[in-house]
């Protein structure tokens, strides 16, 4: 079975930035979509960003639109989420997910659509 692996959360002020990694292990002789999600606590978990199988592709949440990036690593299923001007409101438990289905969905913003997800990495921005 494929697991996703995330790492680099931290404690930040706000203003600063902070970089987040995923990494996938089990069937990376193929591509997949992969995504980004986050939960604080009290909240739904909720869509932050998207990237297609070949990086060409890619959609965010408009919380993180213009001050998040990400994008696929130099090895196969490994992602990045680069973070910027972090608020105390971007506070949350990030996770990875990735869809393994030979199957196209139209929304890949639900988190319905993935199968695996990865443990997740507490970010905490401080005023």
């Known amino acids: 079975q494929v697991q996703l692996v995330e790492s680099g959360g931290g404690l930040v002020h706000a203003g600063e930035s902070l970089t987040l990694s995923c990494a996938a292990s089990g069937r990376n002789f193929v591509s997949f979509t992969m995504a980004w999600f986050r939960q604080a606590p009290g909240k739904e978990r909720e869509f932050v960003a998207v990237i297609s199988p070949t990086g060409a592709n890619t959609e965010y949440s408009n919380y993180v639109q213009g001050r998040f990036n990400i994008s696929r690593g130099t090895a196969k299923n490994t992602i990045t989420l680069q973070m910027s001007s972090l608020t105390p409101s971007d506070t949350a438990a990030y996770y990875c997910?990735?869809?393994?289905?030979?199957?196209?969905?139209?929304?890949?913003?639900?988190?319905?659509?993935?199968?695996?997800w990865g443990q997740g990495t507490q970010v905490t921005v401080s005023s």
């Open positions: 997910a990735a869809r393994l289905r030979n199957s196209v969905t139209n929304d890949w913003s639900v988190a319905g659509v993935y199968d695996a």
